[in-house]
């Protein structure tokens, strides 16, 4: 697909090369050093600044946006309608293949916008931790992590338009309506971390300060056995 059409200068990656297996879970966030090796790779520096893009509603792109973020490197955003909307728009697209080439990516921290099972076990309780639970609401309702909250993270889409979301003004009231307000700290997931994503970078779109994601998710959480889910 890339080789058909991509945006002029950018470069070609798959999620998969920022994923790995870890006790038996599938695609965790790479450790910090194997994740400095993938930006190298590509040519990215960690000056840059990184604009993160797919044809696949936004999934993959605000996945390496959280990633990017969770490695303490801010200056990263997913681009708002990815490939679809851009095409859709007659924006000015290209052919040649980008190489990556050589830089120097070094990971730094922000424990800020991560969730684990034992962060989690320490604040799940707190009145104002929200666990938003992104996937449908037939998942939810075959098991959910106590006390959380469904919303199908495609409700944030916008009808008839690739927009990565939908306005603050339309999210906000409806997100109040089920308890989750700007002064909650969020922590969001799925099945796998991917939908949980989307959410995530939605919210901080949104103007939510505190929003966290648990990258384990459901896949994590339902393979302990210490506590029973709703």
Known sequence: VYE???????????LKDFGHSSAGLSDMLLPPEEFEMQMARLGISSEDTIVTYDDSWGL????????????????AAALDGGWDRWKEELRPDDTAIVAGGSAIFRVGTNPDVSADYDWLMAHM????????????QAEFDQGHLP???????????????????????EL??????IGVTESSEVVTYCAAGM?????????RQAGFPRVRLYDG????WSSRSCRDDD
């Open 4 to 14: 058909k059409g991509h945006l002029p200068g950018a470069v070609q990656t798959n």
């Open 60 to 75: 993959p792109a605000a996945r390496l946006v959280w990633a990017l973020h969770h490695y303490g490197h801010s200056s």
């Open 125 to 136: 309780e707190r009145a104002d931790v929200i666990l938003l639970d992104t996937r449908s």
């Open 147 to 169: 006390g959380a909250i469904c919303w199908d993270w495609f409700r944030a889409i916008p009808e008839e338009s690739w927009r990565t979301s939908r306005s603050p003004d």
């Open 172 to 177: 906000l009231p409806e997100l109040a309506q």
């Open 195 to 203: 939908r949980s994503a989307h959410t995530y970078v939605v919210l």
């Open 217 to 220: 998710s459901w896949q994590d």
